[in-house]
């Protein structure tokens, strides 16, 4: 079974052709990593597989659910750190994961920090703990290593190998080097 499938997708934004004829099928455990200068389109591709914009030709397919992460944490500032985790979490029925997913990235203790107090690294962090607390299937991950220390990005990899060893997937857009093992690249 794929659990994600981009077929000739292509994207045309403000008018301009950013990319075409992209091509991506992932099945239970597999990645992707998506690459290429700044402005050529990355973003515009996680948001094309995440449903927020529709390709200008091509299809995609998904089978199971999506958590998306972008360069907004996309956490109420004004709330505990566990508490605005798990007001997503609890959208997918998963308030119990919260905790699980704090400690994965390392912030198990700082549950009870406000949101708007994290510093950079830790509000990635925390954004990538409001992916593991939905339980989704299928990661999108847009420049998830931004800001993110050497022993920050180390985590997010084994992160990322764990999900895939669960039978998640992975699309990640990045600038920076994640070890992904067995990714495919796609070089837009
Ligand atoms: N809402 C929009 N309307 C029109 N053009 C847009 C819009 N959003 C982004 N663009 C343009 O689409 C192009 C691709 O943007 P995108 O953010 O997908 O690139 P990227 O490869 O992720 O870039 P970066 O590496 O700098 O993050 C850019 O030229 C950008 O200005």
Do not use: K, M, N, Q
């Given at each position: 079974m794929t659990a994600l499938r981009l077929e000739?997708?292509?994207?045309?934004?403000?008018?301009?052709?950013?990319?075409?004829?992209?091509d991506v099928a992932l099945s239970a455990g597999e990645a992707a990593v998506v690459t290429g200068p700044n402005g050529v389109g990355k973003s515009s591709l996680i948001r094309i597989a995440a449903g927020l914009l529709a390709p200008s030709e091509g299809r995609v397919a998904r089978e199971g659910r999506i958590a998306l992460m972008t360069e907004h944490a996309a956490l109420d500032g004004e709330r505990p750190l566990a508490a605005a985790i798990g007001w997503w979490a609890g959208l997918d029925g998963r308030g119990d994961a919260v905790a699980?997913?704090?400690?994965?990235?390392?912030?198990?203790?700082?549950?009870?920090?406000?949101?708007?107090w994290l510093s950079t690294g830790q509000r990635k962090r925390a954004a990538?703990?409001?992916?593991?607390?939905?339980?989704?299937?299928?990661?999108?991950?847009?420049?998830?290593?931004n800001g993110l220390d050497t022993a920050s990005v180390a985590v997010l990899e084994g992160i990322v190998a764990r999900h895939r060893t669960g039978g998640g997937v992975a699309l990640v857009a990045t600038h920076l080097p994640i070890d992904l093992p067995g990714a495919v690249e796609v070089a837009l």
């Open positions: 000739g997708v292509a994207c045309v934004r403000g008018g301009r052709d950013l990319f075409a004829g992209v699980g997913a704090l400690d994965a990235v390392g912030l198990g203790s700082a549950g009870d920090v406000p949101v708007r990538l703990a409001r992916v593991i607390a939905s339980c989704a299937d299928i990661w999108l991950l847009d420049e998830p290593a």
